[in-house]
């Protein structure tokens, strides 16, 4: 491929030359090396709209350009009318992908493998759309069954990773395959997006902005990924850079709602002065301070005290004193000690914040709920698949579980910086759905 800085991309589009996926691939480098090219790629993609005299060779380009810019309805209805060849079939299957169409995207990939398209790239992505089905055995056995070079693909490995996490229990698998995939390919975004993802939700926010901004320099860049991102730039309150996270998605889908809805709140915020220092250092604190104790390797003896006496997280150990450590039944010195211990590896001691102990939380009247929906109560908030603007929220309010949840007001809630009536109804919808509701609705 020419040198990115000299590349005239929209030449290079709308030259009468062969196209195929290392072509596909030049695009996609070209603009990844400098957004510029984003720029050309839409020109191009609008010049050869306004030809009506195109080949079906020609459609097949034009379909794939647009699937790029992120028309995937667009992009289908022209691939529909190309050359109907394995590279048409297989991007068809990529917009059925796009558009949530999960089953016609699997019948799209395998027409496009016995139409000549690779074998190996046609098992990837039925393998992704099985996971995306929630089909994790299925697409387990695909990839358990593809063999030889494709193993040591960076994206057969991130494929992978992606389904071992989907399945749980088995993180230090899944990250290995990650990282195993940017040993092979530094800047594959799936994998970047995934490590920083874990990283993320442990609350390693460096780390997990510096693979952000990796996996967001990738064409295309995954909506997730702009996204998280730039809330975790206004959580630092560099609303300039969550601007330009949220403009990004908005030049290929104009219409993105969440985006659309965080650049009016980024932009707002934006204007407002923060002690950024002492705003950063809070929020830090609070994602210690929330971390379980179940997270540390603890004796069985502590472990078992610190639950009887209701200790969850570092927080609450905090707002304990040695006296009440040491009043519980069989707790010991030596638990003392290496509760200690626990507590000094993160800066923080016992009785460090024993004036602000956690007031009772009010009463939840069960009286009108089933067993299964008490038993909702007891479940961690991970489980309601919240956003990563409303699970910071959860974080700073030190809330667990849904129950703990479920004993908060919708003003409570909103009392939380960078949470809002978008992420209020977000929550209201997720309890909604599970027969629940907050404290007043």
Same mark, same amino acid.
């Not at 839409?42 to 050869?48: N, S, T, Y």
């Given at each position: 491929m020419a040198d990115a800085e000299v590349l005239d991309l929209k030449d290079v589009v709308l030259a009468n030359?062969?196209?195929?996926?290392? /072509? #596909?691939?030049? #695009?996609?480098?070209?603009?990844?090396?400098?957004?510029?090219?984003f720029g050309e790629l839409?020109?191009?993609?609008?010049?050869?709209e306004q030809d009506t005299d195109r080949s079906p060779a020609t459609q097949t380009k034009l379909g !794939?350009?647009?699937?790029?810019?992120?028309?995937f309805q667009k992009s289908r209805e022209t691939l529909n009318s190309s050359d109907g060849g394995a590279l048409a079939q297989f991007y068809l299957g990529r917009c059925a992908f796009e558009l949530g169409e999960y089953d016609e995207a699997i019948k799209q990939y395998e027409a496009a493998q016995k139409a000549g398209y690779s074998e190996d790239d046609c098992k990837l992505a039925i393998a992704e759309t099985k996971r995306y089905q929630r089909d994790l055995d299925g697409s387990m056995r695909i990839l358990d069954d593809m063999f030889g070079p494709i193993e040591q693909t960076a994206e057969y490995q991130y494929q992978r990773a992606a389904t071992v996490a989907a399945i749980g229990d088995k993180m230090p698998e899944a990250i290995n395959h990650y990282e195993r995939a940017l040993q092979i390919d530094e800047s594959h975004a799936g994998a970047l997006f995934g490590l920083a993802l874990e990283n993320d939700r442990h609350g390693n926010d460096d780390e997990a902005v510096a693979? &952000?901004?990796?996996?967001?320099?990738a064409f295309p860049t995954g !909506?997730?990924?702009?996204?998280?991102?730039?809330?975790? &730039?206004?959580?630092r309150n560099q609303f300039d850079r969550a601007q330009v996270c949220y403009r990004r998605i908005l030049e290929c889908y104009p219409d993105h709602p969440r985006a659309t809805l965080y650049m009016k709140d980024a932009s707002a915020l934006g204007n407002v002065l923060y002690d950024e220092e002492t705003q950063r250092r809070n929020?830090?604190?609070?994602?210690?301070?929330?971390?379980?104790?179940a997270n540390f390797e603890l004796s069985v003896r502590s472990r078992n005290c610190l639950q009887k006496m209701g200790v969850e997280t570092l927080g609450d150990l905090t707002r304990t004193s040695e006296g009440e450590l040491l009043a519980s039944k069989n707790f010991g010195e030596t638990s003392l000690y290496e509760i200690r211990e626990m507590l000094t590896s993160k800066g923080l001691s016992l009785g460090q914040f024993a004036h602000e102990k956690k007031a009772p939380d009010p009463p939840i009247d069960?009286?009108?709920m089933s067993p299964d929906e008490q038993a909702l109560l007891d479940r961690p908030i991970s489980d309601l698949n919240l956003s990563v603007r409303a699970r910071k929220c959860m974080v700073r309010l030190g809330l667990n579980t849904i129950g703990e949840l479920v004993r908060k007001t919708g003003d409570?809630?909103? /009392?939380?910086?960078?949470f809002g009536v978008t992420s209020l109804t977000e929550v209201r919808e997720k309890l909604t759905d599970l027969g629940l509701k907050l404290r007043g609705d």
């Open positions: 030359t062969s196209f195929g996926p290392q /072509e #596909i691939a030049n #695009i996609r480098s070209a603009i990844a090396s400098d957004f510029v090219h839409r020109d191009a993609v609008g010049q050869m !794939v350009c647009q699937l790029l810019l992120g028309k693979l &952000y901004e990796r996996a967001a320099a !909506v997730g990924v702009l996204i998280n991102l730039g809330t975790i &730039y206004e959580d929020d830090r604190l609070a994602q210690v301070l929330n971390l379980p104790v069960t009286s009108h409570e809630m909103l /009392e939380c910086k960078n």
